[in-house]
C-alpha cells in the first residue's frame, strides 16, 4: 500500500484523483496539503491536513499527487525530489523545456519517481482510434483529426483563464489532445498552429488548431470556445476507409457524478463502401491508476517526463509558429 498526500484540494483532486486513491487498495491517502482545511474533512475526516507542501514532506508518506495550478507545478515537483519522494503530478508537469530538461536531470538522482498523469490516454473511444491503426483497419493513415470543443463564450474569473503562466487552452486541453497524437503517431517532423483568443475579454488563449506533419499525412488537433453543437471528437482517414467517433469519452461525466466505471454503449461509424457501426472500447481510468501504482512499485514510471517534454516542445513550437505564422521543423 501506497500512502499517499494530495497536493491542493480542488476539483481536479476531488474529480480525477480522489476516487481512485480511496477505491483502489493499492494507495492509503495520509494527507492533503489545502488551505481549506474543512472541505478536506468532510471529505476525509481520518487525514492529516498541512498547511504547505514543506510540512508535508516531513511525513513518512511517499507519493505525492499534485493537483495545484500549472504554474506551481515545476518547482512543487522538484521540492519533493529533493525529498526523495515519488510524484503523480497534473499536465502540464511543466510550463518549459527547459524546466522538464532540469526536472529529468534532477529525478536521474534522486530516489522519486515521476508520473505524468495523462489519464486520457486511456479515454475509450482513443483506446478504440489507437486499435483500429494497430489492426490496420483503415489501411494506411492518411489524416488524423482529434477536437476537444466546448461552447463556453463567455470568460470566467478563474485562473485557467486569466492571465499569466500556465494559463490557456493550449496548455489544459492542448496538452491532452498532443500526448495521444504522440502516442498514436511519434514526433512530428514539422509543426503548424493558431493559437487565438477569440472571446471577449479573454486574457489568455481560448482557441487553437495544430497540424502536426509527418511525411505527406497530416494530423489536426483543435479546440474552440464557440462550439455548440456536437462536432466530431475524433476523425481517422486512411486508404481503405473512414472512422468517425463523436461526444466526449464519458468517464469524466461518471466521476462528477460519483461513479467510477459510466454505464454508457457507445459507437462510432466507419465507412468502408458500406457504413457500419463500431463499439467504442470501455475507458479504462480505474486500470490507468493501477498501472501507475505498479510503476512506483517497479521504479519504472508508466508517463515519464521525457513524454511530457515532448510535449512541452510541440506547444512552444505551436505559440512560436502561431506568433511567426510559418510552419516550424520540430
Known amino acids: 500500500m501506497i500512502n499517499t498526500i494530495l497536493v491542493g484540494f480542488g476539483f481536479s483532486a476531488t474529480t480525477f484523483h480522489l476516487p481512485f486513491l480511496k477505491a483502489l487498495d493499492e494507495y492509503n491517502v495520509t494527507g492533503v496539503v489545502s488551505s481549506r482545511p474543512d472541505d478536506v474533512k468532510r471529505e476525509l475526516p481520518d487525514v492529516t491536513v498541512y498547511e504547505s507542501l514543506e510540512a508535508a514532506l516531513e511525513s513518512e508518506a511517499t507519493l505525492f499527487v499534485i493537483t495545484t495550478p500549472s504554474h506551481l507545478h515545476n518547482d512543487m515537483v522538484e521540492a519533493c525530489l529533493k525529498a526523495g519522494k515519488d510524484v503523480l503530478v497534473e499536465k502540464p508537469a511543466f510550463l518549459s523545456v527547459k524546466e522538464g530538461e532540469k526536472l529529468r536531470d534532477l529525478e536521474a538522482n534522486s530516489r ?3 508520473n505524468v498523469f495523462h489519464n486520457r490516454r486511456t479515454d475509450g473511444d482513443f483506446l478504440t482510434v489507437k486499435a483500429l491503426l494497430e489492426k490496420g483497419e483503415l489501411g494506411d ?3 488524423f483529426e482529434s477536437r476537444f470543443d466546448r461552447f463556453r463564450p463567455a470568460v470566467r474569473d478563474r485562473w485557467r483563464e486569466n492571465a499569466g503562466p500556465g494559463s490557456g487552452i493550449l496548455f489544459d486541453l492542448g496538452s491532452h489532445l498532443i500526448d495521444q497524437a504522440l502516442v498514436l503517431f511519434g514526433v512530428p517532423d514539422r509543426v503548424q498552429a493558431d493559437v487565438m483568443i477569440q472571446r471577449d475579454g479573454g486574457q489568455s488563449d481560448d482557441g487553437f488548431f495544430i497540424t502536426l506533419h509527418h511525411g505527406e499525412k497530416r494530423v489536426y488537433l483543435r479546440s474552440n470556445p464557440f462550439i455548440a ?3 466530431p471528437r475524433f476523425e481517422l482517414h486512411g486508404t481503405k476507409g473512414s472512422f468517425i467517433k463523436h461526444g ?7 466521476l462528477r457524478n460519483g461513479n467510477l466505471s459510466p454505464d454508457v454503449l457507445e459507437t462510432g461509424t466507419l465507412s468502408q463502401g458500406e457504413t457500419s457501426a463500431v463499439a467504442i472500447e470501455s475507458g479504462r481510468y480505474t486500470d490507468f491508476y493501477r498501472e501507475l501504482a505498479a510503476s512506483f512499485i517497479a521504479r519504472r514510471p508508466l508517463v515519464p517526463l521525457s ?13 512560436l509558429s502561431s506568433d511567426e505564422q510559418r510552419t516550424i521543423d520540430f
Open 229 to 231: 453543437g456536437e462536432a
Open 307 to 319: 513524454d511530457a517534454l515532448l510535449t512541452t516542445r510541440v506547444i512552444e513550437l505551436a505559440r
Open 141 to 143: 493513415w492518411k489524416v
Open 112 to 114: 522519486g519517481i515521476v
Open 248 to 254: 466526449l469519452d464519458p468517464q469524466e461525466a461518471a
